[in-house]
């Protein structure tokens, strides 16, 4: 069974707002002794599903971006035992010790959730929003439409799914200028790909419907 590191930078490249990296400020402050977290890939996915592991390494020697460690761990599958010396890059550390400056908006993007159509994350498009007073917990009262739904699937809850904000923003980061606008507010992509604002959106007819 052979393997490979994971470059955290591509997976953040692709899914920039639900797969963490160490901010720059982390990784500025690792020394020899301390823990890091790489990501360890089976070349081959196993036939129960088995891609991998991700595991702690402990740093003995840094040549700039470029580190020498131990690891710290057994392995559950992989042909490494826990103090094999492992070379890998500062593009492979998935993790650290240290608590990250920008942990808060980690936090924001993984807990805070938001209820989409199933169409919009088929599609990977999404065209309407509107927010409605939460439900309490970390419901942000945001509904997501990609505005091709008809009636009969807006109808049926079991189009819907309750998810991390941090995956809509995967396929469009610009909600971000208004996504905390307080609750009732509805927006609207117009012909340009921008979010407009609806200023005339008929709340009596949603509330009371």
Sequence with gaps: M??????VYELNKESPYTFYVPSSEVLDKLKVG?????????????????????????????????FVG???????????KSGDEISFGVENICDTEYEDPTSSN?????????TVSDDVLEKR??????RDNPNGGDDSGWSILSGYEDDDFLSDSENF?????GVILNID?????????????????NDEGEFNKIDDYDWDAYLNG
């Design 34 to 66: 301390d823990l890091v977290k790489l990501i360890f890939v089976n070349k081959e996915e196993e036939d129960d599903g088995f891609s991998g592991e991700r595991m702690w390494v402990e740093i003995t020697q840094i040549n700039g971006e470029k």
């Design 106 to 114: 980690w936090d924001f993007y993984f807990d805070t959730k938001v």
């Design 173 to 189: 980061d610009s909600i971000l200028g208004f996504i905390q606008e307080p609750p009732l507010c509805a927006y609207e992509r």
């Design 70 to 80: 131990k690891l710290d761990n057994e392995p559950y599958r992989l042909p490494l």
């Design 2 to 7: 052979s393997w490979y590191f994971d470059n």
């Design 161 to 165: 799914q309750f998810i991390s904000i």
């Design 125 to 130: 498009e999404f065209n309407f929003m509107l």
